[in-house]
């Protein structure tokens, strides 16, 4: 296991900077707009924006990774996310941030698709679960770090984006100066949603769902924060939770669903999730920060792994050769559900209360669970018993890894002709 995480160390290494920084940005740009005065909506479609930048990212990462080379894009895409940090704070406005959004989005998307084809190529097939959980795990941590950092300083001022800016930039540091040759071009894929509903409509559903209620969290979750005490703390501190919940909670539902229909599953997590949602949303006025945070890590352990059930439903599915083409799929959907999302809860959150969120949240846990059920029950969607092996997918944990995981393939991994 050492071997394999040494052979891809100064990668690693710089995901974890790049990821500090995300998660620094993730949680500040909505506090520093809360303190703006920013409506919940105006909030709410910043978030839309970087889910916009990050969908049109994963698209067209592969081509421009073609035209010029993994190095020569890694090192202006870091220069240009480096450089947005400190553009927020030296101009507070709501189409200017949305704008900047939409760049960092596009950035860190292809950021991802750069970092995990020279992973894909570093690994072998002996060592490449070890090396891609190694990955997730330091995914969900350095942006728990991320989030822990905007205590520090005052986000009225300028100093946490400048901290932003300097850990992206430095997150280039450990893979431009790394000496392995560049990884294989990536293979064009192409979307298909008539093949993935056919497939999987449960996995459809799932991702969809899962973009509308996580998109609308990263967005919005400090706002729902703010309303219940004005210590900016308690907004880094909630985020940190559910992180930390999201990544402890892959593992039994991942296990457990390797062992049953996935469906049940995700019925299962949809439904647990649901209780959480309508305690968020009806007792946290009068719960202390202890009760919050707990809920908090319930909510990311149950909620977030609603994707990663969802694609492994979907792959169970899959037909040989079309892997690709479904994980375009379910990425688009869970963008599309991303961008929507929080126009959608910032609206309800207007109307009813910041604590709405997390009622908006339940309306989508039951939807999805309604409908997988209603799924499960037709005869055009049979159990297969073949199970294709749980991973997590990080796009609910903002990066690409999915999609690419799949796509960007060694030659030692493609079949012989």
């Known amino acids: 296991m050492i071997r394999a995480i040494a ?6 290494l710089g995901v974890a900077i790049l990821l500090a920084g995300q998660g620094l940005q993730g949680v500040l740009l909505p506090v520093r707009a809360t303190l703006e005065q920013f409506t919940p909506f105006a909030v709410g479609l910043i978030g839309g924006f970087y889910f916009l930048g990050f969908t049109v990212g994963c698209w067209k990462g592969g081509e421009l990774i073609r035209r010029a080379g993994h190095i020569r894009v890694f090192a202006t895409m870091t220069a240009i996310a480096s450089a947005v940090p400190l553009l927020h704070g030296l101009w507070v406005n709501l189409w200017f941030w949305g704008l900047l959004r939409f760049a960092t989005g596009f950035c860190f998307a292809v950021l991802y698709v750069v970092v995990e084809s020279w ?16 990955y997730i795990i330091i995914n969900m941590t350095m942006l728990a770090v991320g989030q822990q950092i905007l205590l520090l300083a005052d986000p009225a001022d300028l100093n946490l984006f400048a901290g932003a800016s300097v850990l992206v930039s430095l997150a280039a540091v450990p893979l431009l100066m790394s ?16 093949l993935l509903y056919r497939t999987s409509p449960s996995g459809m559903a799932g991702s969809l769902t899962s973009g509308l209620t996580n998109g609308s969290f990263w967005a919005l979750a400090p706002v729902f ?6 210590d900016v703390s308690m ?26 229909d996935r469906r049940y599953v995700l019925v299962g997590a949809c439904l647990a999730g649901l209780v959480v949602d309508l305690a968020l949303w009806g007792i946290t006025p009068g719960l202390g920060q202890a009760g919050i ?4 890590f319930f909510w990311g352990a149950l909620a977030f792994p609603v994707y990663s059930l969802s694609v492994a439903q979907a792959n169970d599915r899959a037909d040989p050769g079309t892997f690709v083409t479904i994980s375009s799929g379910l990425l688009l959907m869970y963008g599309a559900g991303a961008i929507v999302g929080p126009l959608f809860s910032s609206g309800i959150m207007t109307r009813f ?7 908006y949240a339940a309306v989508m846990h039951l939807g999805l669970a309604a409908f997988v059920i209603a799924r499960r029950r037709s005869e055009d969607e049979v159990a ?3 199970h294709t092996e749980f991973s997590d997918a990080l796009t609910s944990a903002l990066t690409a890894s999915q999609v690419y995981e799949e796509e960007i393939e060694t030659d030692e991994d493609r079949p012989a002709a």
């Open 7 to 12: 052979s891809v160390a100064s990668l690693l």
């Open 119 to 134: 992973l894909n190529e570093r690994a072998s097939n002996q060592n490449r679960g070890t090396v891609f959980s190694s």
């Open 179 to 194: 000496r392995g040759e560049q990884p294989e071009e990536a293979e064009l894929s192409h979307l298909d949603l008539r």
């Open 225 to 230: 924060t703010a309303a219940l005490t004005p």
């Open 235 to 260: 907004a880094a501190w909630f985020m940190t939770s559910v992180v930390l919940g999201a990544a402890v909670g892959q593992w039994p539902l991942g296990w457990w669903s390797d062992r049953v």
């Open 293 to 296: 945070l707990i809920l908090g």
């Open 353 to 359: 209360g910041a604590e709405s969120l997390f009622l």
């Open 384 to 386: 297969r018993e073949e």
